[in-house]
């Protein structure tokens, strides 16, 4: 069989930009890092063998002193004021996208205090925590359109999107609060909407399903807290039904392939969250299966 791997997957440039810091950082002594740097198991892994701790909010609560590393995801500005009062040096590695988002909304929230914030993004997601927080907690999150019955119309209306959401789901969503505006009667307050959605993410939305329908079988590899992972994954099935999701090369078996490997085209591919060096071992792992079963 020929294995395959999607050159456009892997980290995002955030993600490469917060662990390329990390592992400049690493070399200057004891760093700490609040939260799972990427949303990924292994890599996680591979940077705490090299030093790299992962702390909680309640740790960073109780540190004092020491250098601690900003994910690429962001963070309120409650994080700040923490390490600020315990004397902790941030090393600041957020994705200059998400960095952006986050003055916009914070300068639409100052300029518009009688304004509701809306954010299409999910809830409790670490970007989207450090989004609200930009509103001193007083953006709505929605996740659905089911969720766009929250909104009170009677106020002008801002509307953002978390930076990894699909380009077609936020359009839904704009389109479904133009439609309940169109119901209400009277003159209605301002609505505006910003799209806030990263292309560098967005854009392999299309050459991911290109490359899945050129597969008879498709490997998607993320982790399992990653939100990018399941948007794509799901991507990546309706251009391919014969696509399987799998965490680590470890689960890959014989048995989630057909009998005859002959001429099978096999496709490797991942999440922004991905590394790739994670998805070559995936690739390493089928040759192998490939070889054992020609024996």
Known sequence: ???SVDQHSGFCFGVTGAIRTA?????????????????NGQEVERLELMGLQ??????????????????AHGEPPSTYHIAEANEIEIIDATCPVVKRLQQRIRQTYEAHP???IVIFGK???????GLKGQTHDTALVIETENDLEQIDFSRPVFLFSQTTKSVEAFRAIIAGIEQRRSRLAGPLPVFEWHDTICRNVAGRVDRLKEFARQQDIVFFVGGEKS???????????????????ITS???VSRNMLPKDLTDLKVGVC????????LLEQVKQTLEEIDTSSNR
């Open 1 to 3: 069989m020929t294995v």
């Open 23 to 39: 592992e400049a950082q690493l070399r200057q002594g004891q760093l700490f890092c609040l939260g799972d740097i990427v949303h």
């Open 54 to 71: 992962t702390i909680d909010y309640d740790a960073l609560r109780s540190l004092r002193g020491g250098r601690v590393l900003l994910r």
């Open 114 to 116: 009688d304004a509701q």
């Open 123 to 129: 809830v409790g997601h670490a970007e989207v925590i």
């Open 227 to 245: 939100s990018n992972a399941k948007v794509l994954f799901a991507h990546c099935c309706e251009a391919n039904p014969g696509t399987l999701f």
């Open 249 to 251: 090369p470890d689960e």
């Open 270 to 277: 991942g999440a922004t969250s991905t590394p790739l060096w």
